[in-house]
């Protein structure tokens, strides 16, 4: 029985030890009996050969005398593939690099024909992040055209005609597609902690962390104030000016309506009076227990008290101007698969990978996944109910299968979440031997959470997103909500630190090092666990959260989570322009 799709045909080479040429697939594909020329070529390819190439193929097909089937009369590729057209799962929604004039930006959103109930769902761009007075302003100008629609037989490389394959004038290394040569490619992973946790739990361990954090963001806020210990701030005389660099210790509002916050240093602690007339309500209202903020003021006439004049964030400068690759290249960015879930939603997977074996996906060669591969086991209540998959190692064993639909020569990064078989004090490190075995899949690369990825010159942060429900938990809705979790992801960039309060439901875990410092500001902030997708930019930084491949459990019902499924982000890396295709 014939084989589906190209994803199908690069899964069956995979489960029997084999990468394959984009060539070699499409031709296996385009075979009158693909089973038969998979196991043709298999049989011929020589012992040593670890990659399955366009000769390979053509020279088993020939030895079998079997030809490949060739175009039909319109040109369409015999095999069709979901996702390269409008009409189909895989329509678009583009966001557009914003054009920026007089500080504000704009945002295009490209989406498929109104009556594509594959976009017709689609969330859409908030018009403004006039959330807090330091976002940037973007406006979405929602237009309608037709994805355009490739045409596998002559979008593909000039040797993937069946009816000229045997042409021994052809050479299927010159007639590859040259973007998707590998030695383009340039991938670095930074802040990987995978191997190196140090921590025991001791108290000693949590002042180390919490110190390395101060020192480090402090730096970032030393050149916006005229720093003074609290120490030294205590000893000064009533009416004089200060400020003070600290982590917040403690927020709260007074009976006539004004703020307390207590800040601490490596010295000690001191009180700062916000007053209810000093329009700064709005920043306190962002402030989250634990995170580092500069505070300036004059102090009480017995020098008791800082009263506050402005309050600063570390923040992401204005000024900051995002990388980007020197060639047209993609990736994409996708989270929260939950394989082993009775509600993964494998038709969308299977889509997904046949999209990416198309033409149109050629410019694809990176897939970075924020976390969450399985579902998991013991979660959350009752979740055993809602598994199709109950033994751990079987979910990731389901999940490497999966894996193995996309192209073999795609660069995988991936990050643990909450449901994985990691701890769940965050850092999380990569996962144990045991379990990397079971998804040595395509070299894939797995690394910490959080870690950040250099794709050709973009620097990307991935992280799973635990403390987003933190964030949304204690901030105003309007400035962070599940609807928009992109807005949280704002508030996570201002703050410069991706799990900032300490104690509740972020499990934060002791290392030499507070890994979840944001030190460097990255280009691209990516995000999943909220099942919710949303993108939009802050100080030139692209904050997505990648929504997932789940659709709606009991449980979330019971939580009112109404998961937005299906979608792949594909990231421009040379523009930051992004497309929003949808697969389920």
Known sequence: MPLESNARIAKALAERGYNAEREAVTLLAGATDPTAAIAATVDRAPDEALRITADHVREAI????????????????????KGSSATEPGATETVADPVTTDGASAMDVDTGAASDPATADAPTVDPTTTDSPTADPATADPATTDSPTADP?????????????????????????PSRDLDLRDLEVGNDMTGRSTGTGEYSDFVTTFRDRYERLSKVLRGRVNHRPAEAIANMPGGSDAAMIGLVNDVRSTKSGHWLVELEDTTGTFPALVMKDKGLADVVDEILLDECVAVEGTLADDAGILFADSLHFPDVPRTHNPGGADRHVQAALISDVHVGSDEFMADAWHSFADWLHTPEADPVEYILLAGDMVEGVGVYPDQDEELDIVDIYEQYEAFAEHLKEVPADTEIVMIPGNHDAVRLAEPQPGFNDEIRAIMDVHDARIVSNPATVSVEGVEVLMYHGVSLDEVIAELPEEKASYDEPHKAMYQLLKKRHVAPQFGGHTRVAPEERDYLVIEDVPDVFHTGHVHKLGWGKYHNVLAVNSGCWQAQTDFQKSVNIDPDAGYAPILDLDTLDMTVRKFS
Request: glycine share 2%; no cysteine.
């Open 62 to 81: 020939d030895h079998t005398d079997k030809s490949a089937a060739p175009p039909d009369e319109t040109g369409q590729s015999p095999v069709e593939t």
């Open 153 to 177: 037989a002559t979008a593909d490389s000039p040797t993937a005609d069946p009816t000229t394959a045997d042409s021994p004038t052809v050479d299927s290394a010159t007639a590859a597609d």
